[in-house]
């Protein structure tokens, strides 16, 4: 039986990658990912099914045993990161890689660039986009670019810039270039589009400029958003407004970073939208999703089922992340006791037993929920041990899900957002590895106060009972 083919993503810790390689392992095809950090990807749940090499394009002696055998290579990185000077390592790490790629043999490359009219003033950072695809194509590789504007999913940097500052923001401030043209596409569609040119041949040694069938105004991707979540938002529009100052505020009040903001709303200076709609035409299975179907889509996944772990790397033992619409608060150790141990100590949360520490702030917060929906009747707890079970009702928690790894816990308490509890119980020879997550998505401007302005609390109370749970489980009771 002839193997599959073998594909290498790389920049496998970004947005689109993380998610493209499950799919690619779906339709059975071996996959090797490249990342400059490895460990990073110890989290995902596709990383005992892949390859993982690690590889830096801006090191070409790294390139030659990460495409050896490979049949087509996804070229998926950026360096906004980087800073000063990250457009010329862009098209050097480029023109890097693709001399490797020829060496190797390789027969395809698939790059995801960014939308925008070469021929006009663009941003620095749209420009390089354009001209990492040209410097692909500077060797005998064939090579199919796909260029992209907005992406619609949840991780997507763009639309979580959009996301968290719609959802903090009631009157939202923005330079009047915000008035130029966008053609956003669905993270979805973004995929449909890399897979069907890995299948189909057609498309070999073309640019393909990508998007939905919405042309909209960029301001109105966050008044379409704040419409669709339910909340009342107005834009507020000014002359002029520093990129610096803007980038400053984005990194300050969403996931992400100053320099990528920067680079990011840069872009925004210049229309964005498909001029050669020539795609259609060769990949025509591809259904487009409408902007607002994408952001119901996107706000379906608001649970942690759906969320991508990138705060698992196992290498910090306390993380606080804001990500794909939630703020996380994770924490990991390493207990001296059986898994079994552990979860005797889980199955004691709540009802009479209490919540393990300071359970005068549990039940505080029990009495306000009672006052505020004076109506809700009391429900009693479960019995513990071997009988907890989907659906149980631990004080204001419901149990989501439980298995012999997790314990899941759904607050169904009145706040201004969705929130979540975690604990995960790993063997680890006659060790466990255990973990507690809270995740709180908030719903506007009250869910943003509500989270900052009790963080202190929280991490008081997370931090107190994730001891309690890892001592109790030793047999150490509190002294």
Not at 34 to 42: E, I, S, T, V
Not at 79 to 108: I, L, P, Q, W
Not at 177 to 197: E, G, K
Request: charged content about 20%; proline content about 7%.
């Amino acid at each position: 039986m002839t193997a599959s083919p073998l594909i290498l993503v790389t920049g496998a810790t970004g947005y689109i990658a993380s998610r493209l390689i499950p799919r690619l392992l779906e339709r059975g095809y071996r996959v090797r990912a490249l990342a400059r950090q490895p460990w990073r990807l110890k989290g995902r749940a596709w990383f005992r099914h892949v390859e993982v090499v690690a590889g830096d394009v801006m090191d070409p002696s790294t390139l030659p045993a990460a495409l050896e055998g490979v049949h087509t290579a996804y070229y998926l990185i950026h360096s906004m990161s980087s800073g000063k000077g990250y457009t010329e390592k862009e098209t050097d790490g480029a023109r890097n890689f693709a001399e490797a790629a020829e060496s190797a043999g390789v027969e395809h490359i698939i790059y995801l660039g960014g939308l925008a009219d070469p021929h006009a003033k663009i941003a620095a950072h749209m420009r390089s986009r354009i001209e990492t695809g040209e410097a692909l194509r500077d060797c005998r590789v064939p090579v199919t670019e796909f260029r992209a504007g907005v992406i619609v999913g949840p991780g997507s940097i763009s639309f979580e810039m959009i996301r968290f500052m719609t959802e903090l923001l009631p009157l939202v401030p923005g330079p009047t270039w915000m008035r130029n043209q966008s053609q956003p596409i669905s993270a979805q569609n973004v995929f449909d589009y890399l897979l069907a040119a890995l299948d189909d041949p057609a498309g070999r040694g073309q640019v393909f400029e990508i998007g939905g069938p919405d042309l909209m105004i960029y301001s109105q991707l966050m008044l379409d958003y704040a419409r669709l979540r339910g909340l009342n938002r107005r834009m507020f529009l000014l002359p002029y407004i520093p990129l610096w100052f803007m980038a400053f505020g984005v990194g300050l009040t969403t996931p992400v970073p100053p320099r990528i903001a920067y680079a990011l709303i840069d872009g925004l200076r210049s229309d964005s939208r498909v001029q050669e709609p020539t795609v259609q035409r060769v990949f025509p299975s591809v259904q487009l999703i409408a902007f607002h179907q994408a952001v119901l889509d996107s706000l379906a996944q608001l649970h942690p089922d759906q969320l991508e772990p990138v705060w698992t790397d196992g290498r910090r033992p306390v993380v606080n992340v804001r990500h794909e619409g939630f703020f996380i608060n994770h924490r990991s150790l390493r207990v001296d006791a059986p898994p079994e141990a552990v979860w005797r100590v889980l199955h004691t949360l709540g009802g009479k037993d209490g919540w393990l520490y300071a359970d005068f702030l549990w039940k505080l917060r029990g009495g306000l929920d009672a006052l505020l929906r004076p109506q809700k009747t009391s429900r009693p707890s479960p019995l513990r041990g071997s009988n907890l079970q989907t659906g149980d009702i631990l004080d204001f928690y419901r149990v989501e899900d439980i298995n012999s790894t997790r314990l899941l816990l759904r607050d169904e308490m009145r706040v201004p957002g969705d929130s979540w509890m975690e604990w995960q119980v790993i063997p680890d020879g006659d060790s466990t590895h255990l973990t507690q997550t809270g995740y709180f998505a908030p719903r506007g401007l009250p869910g943003f106060l509500y989270w900052n302005l009790l963080y202190p609390i929280h991490e008081f109370v997370f931090r107190g009972m994730f001891a309690e749970i890892a001592r109790r489980s030793k047999g150490r009771e509190p002294g």
